[in-house]
């Protein structure tokens, strides 16, 4: 019995292998089950096992005519590779291991501080009045509520499957997992998916730098440059190092950079992907506060072989505290995501969750986006004011179509602690460019989403003295 169980298991790894390697690339036919059974020695019913169980993690299908043909080489293979080492460790003691702070949730308490480097939304844009109904109308039908389906509330993730299906993205509820925001979605990843010593792709700067999710799970990022179209999709070839990598992208409103990539470049990226079989991780969560017009199709959308892998969160545009985010994927792969999740925290908030369904199946959301938009653009056109009279001698930046961030490159040079120390003195709260390179570079990532339009001009007034003073 063992040894037949042993020369299943290595049919199975022999054709992972050559699907991983590259030799049987999507859409090829595997050879047939007479010729594996000669090659191994073993008879067909073997075989048919390791087939069956390699079409039911997704890797492989049965067509008419055809014979049984590679149908995923990505995720849908890593969720059926996990890394040797996670059942050694509960994945509990994994995340308390890999506590990262963001700097996005730094400096909570520092209420009276000027706030130009926070990563959300106004208090004056969240809907009150909204979010009051909602409650009421939750509390008038609520019933007791244990522990979740192991991918979260089902009206929930029917809901976003709709909401992604008008933005052009199909994806069925069975292949979304919620997850408590972005950053669990990314541990969950790094944590079931990835390998100790893989390579993570991304653009430089990044928001990504500063989380050190990956970093501590054993693996290294490497930065690629980027213009105003988003990241050079060439450059992936160039720096592209091992099998072990995979490519991690925030397309619609860059963080820190507010860069929206082009459609062109999007198709570029997913080709090359392609080619070298990369998996990709797409952060989408600001895709929803364009101003100037709505942003490309997502790269999910355009992906027709299950490269990518989809995260989503109503972190930015709806309240952080709700904690909602999702992963859309291949079903397999959300299969093995959600089971890690359940070994983390057995699910996501109960009551957030229905707070979410509520606000997506009703169209509550997408009215209270539309009123984010125009606070936005207002906010925008007085924050670009204010540093074309501040700033326009000492740095330089670009014009976001969306989001709420700003690069601000600085043309003077000065220390960033230094610059970070004094405006902290002074009641002011930044974000040095430094945090998203991992190296020294004079640029600060400014936030127009949070602070009054009062006081970012104040901020900015005194960041001009700060920089005259000290260049």
């Known amino acids: ?106 400096n909570e308490n520092e209420d009276h501080f000027i706030q130009l480097s926070k990563g959300e939304l106004a208090q004056d844009i969240f809907p009150t009045d909204h979010m009051q109904q909602v409650m009421m109308r939750l509390a008038d039908n609520l019933e007791p509520f244990g522990y979740e389906e192991p991918k979260g509330f089902l009206p929930l993730r029917e809901a976003i499957s709709e909401y992604m299906s008008r933005q052009g993205t199909e994806v069925s509820p069975s292949s979304i997992l919620i997850v408590s925001g972005a950053l669990q979605g990314l541990q969950l990843i790094s944590a079931g998916l990835l390998h100790r010593g893989s390579t993570i792709l991304l653009e430089k700067p990044s928001y990504l730098y500063s989380l050190q999710v990956f970093q501590s799970a054993g693996m290294k990022l490497c930065g690629l440059p980027m213009d105003q179209e988003g990241l050079h999709a060439a450059a992936i070839k160039k720096h592209y190092e091992s099998e072990r990598s995979i490519v991690y992208t925030i397309p619609c409103f860059h963080n820190p950079t507010g860069i929206l990539m082009t459609e062109q470049r999007r198709k570029e990226l997913l080709d090359v992907c392609e080619q070298l079989r990369l998996p990709v991780i797409e952060d989408d969560i600001y895709r929803e506060l364009w101003i100037d017009g709505p942003p490309p199709s997502s790269l999910k959308s355009l992906d027709p072989y299950g490269h990518v892998l989809y995260l989503g969160s109503l972190s930015k545009t709806l309240s952080p505290g709700l904690r909602i985010g999702w992963i859309a994927g291949s079903e397999q792969v959300i299969d093995r995501l959600a089971e890690i999740k359940q070994q983390t925290d057995y699910g996501s908030s109960s009551l957030s969750q229905r707070v979410a369904a509520e606000w997506i199946s009703s169209g509550l959301y997408e009215t209270h986006l539309s009123f984010v938009r125009e606070q936005l653009k207002e906010r925008r056109a007085t924050a670009l004011h204010i540093l074309d009279q501040y700033m326009s001698d000492l740095a330089e930046w670009d014009v976001p179509s969306g989001g709420f961030l700003i690069w601000l490159k600085l043309k003077v040079k000065i220390p960033y602690k230094e610059l970070y120390t004094k405006a902290y003195q002074q009641g002011i709260l930044l974000n040095p460019g430094t945090i998203y390179t991992e190296e020294s570079t004079q640029a600060i990532r400014l936030s127009y989403g949070y602070a009054s339009m009062e006081d970012f001009e104040k901020g900015i007034k005194q960041l001009r003295e700060i920089m005259l003073e000290n260049s």
Do not use: C
Request: hydrophobic share 40%.
């Open 1 to 106: 019995m063992m040894q037949n169980q042993a020369k299943y298991e290595k049919v199975i790894h022999y054709i992972k292998e050559n699907i991983f390697n590259g030799e049987w690339p999507i859409g090829s036919k595997i050879p047939s089950q007479r010729k594996l059974a000669e090659l191994f020695g073993v008879n067909r019913s073997t075989i048919v096992t390791a087939l069956e169980e390699l079409k039911a993690d997704g890797l492989l299908e049965g067509v008419m005519g055809k014979g049984t043909i590679v149908v995923n080489n990505t995720w849908t293979l890593l969720a059926t590779s996990p890394p040797a080492d996670w059942n050694e460790t509960t994945a509990s003691n994994w995340l308390k291991a890999h506590s990262s702070s963001s700097v996005e949730g730094a």
